[in-house]
C-alpha cells in the first residue's frame, strides 16, 4: 500500500526567508503524481505544486520548487522569499494514474513569523 | 481546474438528527471524492461517489452512516445519518476533473463544510 510521510508537524520561517518542508512517500509503482496541497485557515485545499514521476526536472511555480528525488522516494517543497499568506498546513499527496484515489500525508503547519 | 461549491459551510447540528452536504462542480467530472478531516488532521476518504451506481466505501464507513447520491456529472450530496458528538468533523468533497481518459491529474476541493453535533 502506498503511504505518504510528513515528518514535520510544524515548521516556521521568518518571513522573506526560505524553508523546505519534507516529504517521503512509499511505493512500488513507477508511474505516479505527486502533489503538494495548502490548507490555511479558511479550510480551503489549495493545489501548491505537482510533479509527474516520469519528468527529472524539478517542477517550479513562482516562489514554490519541489526537490524530487525519486530512487530516494523524496519531495520536499521550497518556499522562497516567504510571506505572511503562506502560513498555512501544507500537505504531500501521491496518486497513480490509474487510482482515483489521492493519499495524503500527516501535513506540516508552516507559521511565518514578521 | 474546477471550481467546487460546496454548502453549508458550516452547521451545529443535534445529536440524532441528519445533515446533507451539497457540492457542485462547474463543469462535468467523472469522479467525486468525498473526505473527513478532524481539525489539525490529515484527510480520510469516506468514498468515492459514481455517477450511475452505488458509492464506494472505504473501510470503517458504511452507507447507512453516509449515504451518498450521484445523480449526474456535477453533483453530489453525503448525508451524516443519525449523528453524534464523534462525527464533529470537517467535511469535504473533491473531484478530478474531465472525464473519462481525458480526466485531469490533480484532485479540485470544495471549501468544506465544519460540522459541530451538539
Known amino acids: 500500500a502506498q503511504t505518504v510521510t510528513q515528518s514535520q508537524p510544524e515548521m516556521s520561517v521568518q518571513e522573506a526567508e526560505t524553508v523546505t518542508l519534507s516529504c517521503t512517500y512509499d511505493?512500488?509503482?513507477?508511474?505516479?503524481?505527486l502533489f503538494w496541497y495548502k490548507q490555511p485557515p479558511s479550510r480551503q485545499m489549495i493545489l501548491v505544486i505537482r510533479?509527474?514521476?516520469?519528468?527529472?526536472q524539478n517542477a517550479t511555480e513562482n516562489r514554490f520548487s519541489v526537490n524530487f528525488q525519486k530512487a530516494a522516494k523524496s519531495f520536499s517543497l521550497k518556499i522562497s522569499d516567504s510571506q505572511l499568506g503562506d502560513a498555512a498546513m501544507y500537505f504531500c499527496?501521491?496518486?497513480?494514474?490509474?487510482?482515483?484515489?489521492?493519499?495524503f500525508g500527516t501535513g506540516t503547519k508552516l507559521q511565518v513569523i514578521p | 481546474s474546477a471550481v467546487i461549491s460546496q454548502k453549508p459551510s458550516r452547521d451545529i447540528c443535534q445529536r440524532g438528527t441528519s445533515l446533507t452536504i451539497q457540492c457542485q462542480v462547474d463543469?462535468?467530472?467523472?469522479?467525486m471524492f468525498w473526505y473527513r478531516q478532524q481539525p489539525g488532521q490529515s484527510l480520510t476518504l469516506i468514498a468515492t461517489a459514481n455517477q450511475g451506481s452505488e458509492a464506494t466505501y472505504e473501510s470503517g464507513f458504511v452507507i447507512d452512516k453516509f449515504p451518498i447520491s450521484r445523480p449526474n456529472l456535477t453533483f453530489s450530496t453525503l448525508t451524516v445519518s443519525n449523528m453524534s458528538p464523534e462525527d464533529s468533523s470537517i467535511y469535504l468533497c473533491s473531484a478530478l476533473t474531465g472525464l473519462g481518459p481525458k480526466k485531469g491529474t490533480e484532485a479540485f476541493f470544495g471549501q468544506g463544510t465544519r460540522l459541530t453535533v451538539v
Open positions: 499527496a501521491y496518486r497513480t494514474p490509474f487510482s482515483q484515489k489521492v493519499t
Open positions: 463543469s462535468q467530472v467523472t469522479m
Open positions: 510533479q509527474e514521476a516520469y519528468k527529472q
Open positions: 511505493t512500488s509503482e513507477s508511474d505516479y503524481y
